[in-house]
């Protein structure tokens, strides 16, 4: 590990606040004392910089010099910081160095870009190809071809004005003819349909309303970042949140840049990594945002075999509809041939020609001769074989470009003589051609380029195409395998520990696809296949007719976890389903009737009747579907890591993807947050625990937000325990069951035990005989008052009232 790491003033707990104009800086304020009392050090912020009017996320920044009117502005800020500090906590805040927004009318260094062009002080902002489209900015923002459009483009003074776009003419060109006209500004409308092959700016993913920002040039990282910079040396923000980092240029040069401009502050990236893939160990961060811990805590409570058997009914009631089949692996190669060829083509054609100026003007003789259409070919076999989102260096490159990888890119080309395209673009990666400004910006076109396609076609299309269990379509997830076994979570927790103390961890975030409840009665379902299977045998013969086997069961499994809700959020969700599968209808390529098929199916059957008796099953799983919920709280709560919670998790909280995940909190004079998503929270919690078996709640047990209040103060109360210089070992429970029972202690002094898999536990006939021996000493039950045990504990008794334990060594 780099002797770099920052390490000063690690929060213990984070709680993310999702700021907007129903909820700014002067509402967060007013949840202060509730949000303190929870036993969270830190509020996290969704981003504070000035963004476009009305936005509900903030990441479309139009101005970083300023913090956002719209939420209250500088001062509504300060006064949030000193309102938090009043009460013990501090400020961590997202940033977004990768893109600005693309609206000339309120980006003032764009609207200087676009009047003045390359010529412009703040030119060097934007990644621009200058050189492609007559030197000019394509604006994608046209309803239709110029010929269309053209009576609705005006010249008003020193603006163009085309509906409520405003962009700035150049000087002297606003008497010119509207022909003329066009032709003499830096920049050119055209329909939006061409951003999709004809786009030459560096956007966020396919985003053409999100212009990539070159914060590698130091001037630019300078003016970015000043005002943030300000509010860190001054005390008003603590920490940082550095929002997709794969997207810049050189991630590892930012970040250390940034982490000697902060001052080595606590900060977190919000980097996807893939199974089995390390965050780069010379970036001197305190870890990710957390999605490596949601997939393996969530994983803790997926029963293998059951997704294996999901998995087949899952072929069976949805194969002709599915994309081939069925299969993960083949459903994410030919979404990533499908995004890259379509949504990233621009992208595609800008690589493609970076690569063929480097082999014409390369002095290399192996470089010469190379036909764009070879280039374009075997970078596109290349770039859809990549499993990680992109490579950092040309040693990295060499892990990720596997030579069977390019044994594959070549059986693409007719013509093997062609092939040898392959090989120039691989050598070119592992820079075994040289180091030179024009093949660094080859490798950081190619890595960019990756980041987006492996975002797109994985995240956004692949995660609705596949979908045998909707819960492991997680950002970060691995559906193709999503179950994760105790020793493969102890093993993930020691790595933390040992490398990665202050890393943030996650279980619902503003991004997820689904809240960490509703993934946590999906889990259920595989242990229970046969029953789903009969179930939806069942109400597929009584509903609407289905559009498509693959929508149905997506749909059937989003009521389940959702339980009873609106029916317009289903419907919001489903519609977007299909048009980010895009099989048989997309956000560019609608298709009426498939939707409006899709939205009768919704009404008649997951949202009719029929939906009644998803209910029902769901009703009588709710005992196993509570003890996944505990768990996984319980489980992040103490495992290693800064836990982070999104805002009102810490109670039940089932939320679908967004905008659905991020409407405004609504704190009441109790504090609780009763905001969107939170139905059924905190309720009774249904049967009788016998032998806790069922993994229900007793009377007596510890609901979700005891068991996060209990888990927080004790963070705050021993944070030697849980700090980056504490341990984490597993413990071994023994006997029958002890597949069911998770368990570990942190620096010998507090212990976490959880079930897993309750229903099956409870079909095998409950805990029998299974013992968890504790480490020494007498333990006192933090969750249930007046418990306490030693030596070697009957599993059942730990779990007599709670699926889950939580135990606190006493004093000698």
């Not at 806790?692 to 979700?704: I, P, V």
């Amino acid at each position: 590990m780099t002797s770099e790491r920052p390490d000063p003033a690690v929060p213990t707990a984070t709680y993310r606040l999702q700021l907007q104009s129903a909820f700014p800086f002067a509402a967060a304020a007013e949840a202060v004392p509730y949000l303190a009392s929870l036993g969270v050090s830190h509020l996290h912020l969704s981003p504070v910089l000035e963004a476009v009017p009305g936005s509900q996320h903030g990441y479309d920044v139009v101005d970083p010099t300023r913090v956002r009117e719209e939420l209250g502005g500088e001062e509504g800020l300060r006064e949030l910081s000193r309102t938090a500090r009043r009460h013990g906590l501090g400020l961590v805040v997202d940033i977004v160095p990768n893109h600005m927004a693309m609206s000339p009318r309120h980006n003032p260094a764009l609207w200087e870009v676009l009047r003045d062009g390359p010529s412009s002080r703040r030119a060097r902002w934007f990644d621009i190809d200058w050189e492609a489209q007559g030197g000019q900015v394509l604006l994608p923002v046209l309803g239709g071809p110029l010929g269309e459009e053209a009576g609705r483009l005006k010249a008003d003074g020193d603006v163009l004005r085309y509906y409520d776009h405003v962009f700035p003419l150049r000087e002297g060109t606003a008497s010119l003819p509207l022909p003329q006209l066009l032709d003499a500004q830096w920049y050119r409308p055209v329909w939006w349909r061409l951003a999709r092959t004809e786009l030459n700016y560096r956007r966020f993913f396919s985003i053409s309303e999100l212009i990539g920002v070159r914060v590698e040039d130091p001037e630019v990282f300078e003016a970015t970042h000043a005002k943030i910079l300000e509010l860190l040396h001054e005390g008003v923000v603590d920490g940082l949140r550095v929002d997709h980092p794969d997207g810049l240029a050189d991630p590892g040069t930012y970040l250390r840049r940034l982490h000697e401009a902060t001052g080595g502050r606590w900060t977190v990236v919000e980097k996807i990594l893939a199974d089995g893939e390390a965050l780069p160990s010379s970036w001197p961060v305190a870890g990710t945002t957390g999605y490596d811990a949601l997939r393996h805590v969530d994983g803790l409570f997926v029963d293998p075999g059951g997704f294996g058997e999901l998995l087949d009914r899952y072929r069976a009631h949805a194969a002709p509809q599915t994309d081939r089949g069925g299969d993960w692996d083949t459903t994410v190669r030919r979404a990533a041939y499908k995004v890259l060829t379509h949504e990233l083509a621009a992208e595609l054609d800008r690589l493609t020609r970076v690569a063929g100026r480097l082999c014409a003007t390369a002095p290399e003789t192996a470089l010469r001769d190379r036909a764009p259409w070879a280039l374009r070919t075997a970078l596109t076999e290349l770039l859809v074989r990549l499993e990680v989102y992109r490579p950092y260096t040309p040693e990295d490159a060499a892990t990720v470009v596997t030579e069977e990888a390019a044994a594959e890119a070549r059986r693409a080309f007719a013509v093997p003589e062609e092939a040898g395209a392959v090989d120039v673009v691989r050598d070119l990666l592992l820079g075994r051609y040289g180091d030179g400004p024009a093949y660094v910006e080859f490798r950081t076109r190619f890595a960019q380029t990756a980041s987006a396609l492996r975002a797109k076609s994985v995240e956004d299309t692949a995660f609705y195409r596949y979908v045998p269990l909707l819960s492991a379509t997680e950002v970060g997830g691995e559906p193709g395998d999503p179950a994760v076994a105790p020793d493969r979570f102890h093993a993930y927790c020691a790595r933390v520990q040992r490398d990665w103390p202050a890393t943030g961890t996650v279980l619902s975030t503003h991004d997820a696809k689904r809240s960490a409840d509703v993934r946590a009665a999906l889990h259920v379902l595989t242990e229970c296949p046969e029953r789903w299977a009969s179930l939806l045998a069942e109400v597929s013969r009584a509903g609407e007719a289905v559009p498509d086997g693959q929508t149905a069961w997506a749909a059937w499994q989003t009521v389940f976890g959702l339980g009873p809700a609106e029916e317009e959020r289903v419907q919001a969700a489903l519609l977007k389903h299909v048009r980010e599968a895009g099989l048989f209808t997309s956000w560019t390529e609608q298709e009426p009737p498939y939707e409006e098929a899709v939205a009768r199916f919704v009404t008649a059957g997951p949202c009719g009747v029929p939906g009644r008796k998803v209910a029902e099953l769901r009703e009588a799983l709710e005992p196993h579907i509570r003890a996944n919920v505990l768990g996984a709280a319980l489980v992040h709560l103490t495992m290693p890591g800064v836990p982070d919670l999104y805002q009102g998790t810490e109670h039940e909280y089932r939320a679908l993807v967004d905008p659905d995940n991020r409407r405004p909190p609504r704190f009441g004079e109790d504090g609780r947050d009763g905001a969107d998503g939170a139905d059924g929270a905190d309720g009774a919690d249904g049967a009788d625990g016998a032998d806790g078996a069922d993994g229900a709640d007793g009377a007596d047990g510890a609901d979700k937000s005891a068991v996060t209040r209990a888990a927080l103060a004790l963070r705050t109360r021993r944070p030697e325990v849980f700090g980056t210089t504490a341990s984490y070992e597993p413990l071994t429970a023994r006997g029958p069951a002890a597949d069911h029972c998770l368990a570990f202690t942190r620096s010998g002094a507090v212990v976490t035990a959880v079930t897993r898999l309750s229903l099956r536990l409870a079909e095998s006939g409950g805990w029998g005989d299974t013992r968890l021996p504790l480490p020494p000493g007498r333990w006192a039950d933090v969750l249930g008052a007046g418990r306490e045990f030693e030596g070697d504990v009957r599993v059942a008794e730990l779990f007599a009232s709670s699926p889950v334990t939580l135990l606190e060594r006493l004093p000698e």
